[in-house]
């Protein structure tokens, strides 16, 4: 049973980056884990999980592609924030699960603690994300920006204090009762997530006549749950059946690449990109403002371009071309019944 500030039931169940650093000196050990592989005589942990790490590393830098090529979209800078965060907590992530950075090793517990402070930083950014849509501050200016980066700034500095004082205990932080670093690693994300999904559907249904959008909210509110559920409560009988070939770790990293995938769904789908200002292939349609190279309209404007009149006669009524600087039509007016006319053509020359 999970007790308030302590790692001791969640660490038995999975293997966490922060279990090697909290409960005892020596960390806490997971009842069962996933089996280790060697690689060039480096023995690498998690290796399931950490193809899950290079995969979500990949999918979120194609996310992050089209994201950015979305020129005109609302909320498109700060939304874009929240992936390189979240690239940035996969790429930490798979050095420390997969051992390459050693648990043994000085630094792991400062690398630890920047994961911590990534963590905490990117639920804050995705809860301001949220608020993104009611345009308090109008999305893409130096405000909304600032105050985005800047928040997610202070929340990473808070969280990283407190994890690495508890790492290495000091200002009154102990491994042995971490009270502080239980509550921004696990209960700040819920709180987070819980804010956006809220105003994400008070969005949707206030202010959106589509619907589908709800349906993204739903299967990520989804995922997420089931990474909690699978990683706190069902990690140990998953290693069992499987034989120590996965874990608790590799379901909910899967999970919550899943989730991620559906914010970005959502957030594609409630946004529409303003055609007249964005960059296309279409070649430019140009029009032709010289009359001179512009047809005659019915009511003597400029109207269409090589119309059909220059096909037809230019005797008896028909529209006729330029001849000798009058009109064949001017020119025959008045002299159907003779041809060639009084005086020829030389009494006009």
């Known amino acids: 049973m999970v007790t308030f500030a302590s790692f001791d039931d969640i660490c038995g169940s999975a293997a966490l980056v922060i279990c090697p650093l909290v409960g005892t000196a020596q960390g806490i050990e997971p009842t069962c884990y996933s089996r280790n592989v060697e690689v060039a005589g480096n023995l690498i942990f998690q290796p399931a999980t950490c193809f899950i790490h290079i995969v979500a590393i990949l999918m979120t830098a194609i996310m992050i592609y089209h994201i950015r090529v979305k020129y005109t979209a609302v909320g498109r800078k700060e939304i874009v924030t929240f992936f390189y965060m979240y690239i940035l907590i996969e790429f930490l992530a ?53 105050f985005l980066r800047l928040s997610c700034l202070v929340v990473f500095g808070v969280s990283f204090f407190v994890a690495i004082a508890t790492f290495l205990q000091f200002a009154s932080f102990t491994y042995m009762n971490p009270a502080g670093l239980w509550v921004v690693y696990l209960i700040w994300p819920v709180i987070c997530v819980v804010v956006y ?27 997420f749950a089931v990474a909690q559920v699978v990683l706190f409560a069902f990690s140990i009988q998953i290693c069992d059946a499987v034989q120590h070939y996965i874990d608790g770790v590799f379901i909910f990293t899967l999970c919550m690449l899943l989730s991620v995938m ?14 007249e200002f964005s960059v296309g292939n279409k070649a430019a349609v140009w029009e ?62």
Not at 123 to 137: K, T
Not at 202 to 217: A, H, M, S
Not at 262 to 274: F, R
Request: aromatic share 16%; hydrophobic share 40%.
């Open 94 to 146: 798979m050095f420390l699960d997969s051992g390459i950075i050693p648990t043994a090793s000085t630094v792991y517990p400062w690398f630890a603690g920047i994961y911590t402070g990534l963590i905490s930083a990117t639920y804050w950014c995705l809860l301001v994300n949220g608020f993104v849509g009611f345009q308090f501050a109008e999305d893409g200016t130096p405000l909304s920006l600032w």
């Open 262 to 275: 559906m914010v970005y769904k959502y957030w594609d789908s409630i946004t529409k990109e303003d055609l």
């Open 197 to 223: 999904i809220v105003a994400q559907l008070i969005l949707v249904i206030r202010t959106l006549d589509d619907r589908w959008p709800v349906g993204d909210i739903l299967f990520g509110t989804a995922f």
């Open 288 to 349: 032709v403002k010289d009359p001179l190279l512009a047809g005659s309209s019915p009511s003597g404007g400029v109207g269409l371009d090589y119309p059909e009149e220059d096909l037809q006669s230019n005797y008896r009524g028909a529209p006729a071309s330029l001849v000798g600087g009058v009109s064949g039509q001017q020119y025959y007016q008045g002299y159907q019944s003779q041809y060639p006319p009084q005086g020829g053509y030389a009494d006009r020359y």
